[in-house]
């Protein structure tokens, strides 16, 4: 994963280094930077935020006249790329068990367009709760796909796992609403509730969505965004930032992206943090998002 932007990577170090960290040297390898990091995916504004960030580090930085300057780059560099991901992580086993003391169900809302893999998603972070032996309960919300009640109604029988379910065409709000009921009444630790695949320039269907947060309060909106979309997904992140609010982003076929520019730049047009990445097909390949993780991918 992440090979095209990892080479890149790799070359403007290696021609940095080779450099006077001068005002007028670093300008054109770095706007050259940043054409590099756009056409992998990293979002104008932050491919523009790194370019700056590490030109300054670089003034800032005492170089030798001679011997190797790439580990002095690589370093500049990494940091550059953490500070865009400083955005802390939430654990959600952890925050179950802390809604779990007061005798609520963690109430987690699912949102994000068609195809991004948002049910199969819920199903993975229904795998991890009930992994951590917290009882879960699954509601389907998206009552307008068809096919979308039997999906998760097949991921659920799978995992052992109880679906609260309407008819195709009900009000997903009341849907949401009963699933919540049913897990405070039956004792049920969390609650994870799928919607429709928003298409984010559809006005009528986010206000559904606003609709929905606002009858069930959630504890977390946490969207879901597919990698291989490249910067689409981090215009769908903006939208249902600005429409509706979120807590969280869950990226999703990360394994297949050969780019990486969309982990970067979601966290930093959003200022949300990234929980999972979804790195396969299986109910396991959910993994937690660490920051250091991602910039060693792109700096071995």
Known sequence: MFERLRESLKGLVERLSKRRFTEEELDQILWELQLQLISNDVALKVAEHIGSELKRRLLEVEAPRFGDRGQIVREALREALREILTAPPKDLP????????????????????????????????????TDHGYRVVLASGDTYRAGAIEQLEEHARRLGLRVIRHRYGADPAAVSYDAVEHARARGYDAVLIDTAGRMQTNRNLMEELRKIKRVIQPDLTILVVDALTGNDAVEQAETFNREVGFDAAIITKVDADARGGSSLSIAYSTGKPILYLGTGQGYGDLQPFNPDWLVERLLP
């Open 94 to 129: 952890k925050m179950v068990e802390e809604k779990r003391r007061s005798g609520e169900p963690l109430i987690l809302l699912f949102i994000g367009v068609n195809g991004t893999g948002k049910t199969t998603t819920i199903a993975k972070v229904a795998k991890l709760l």
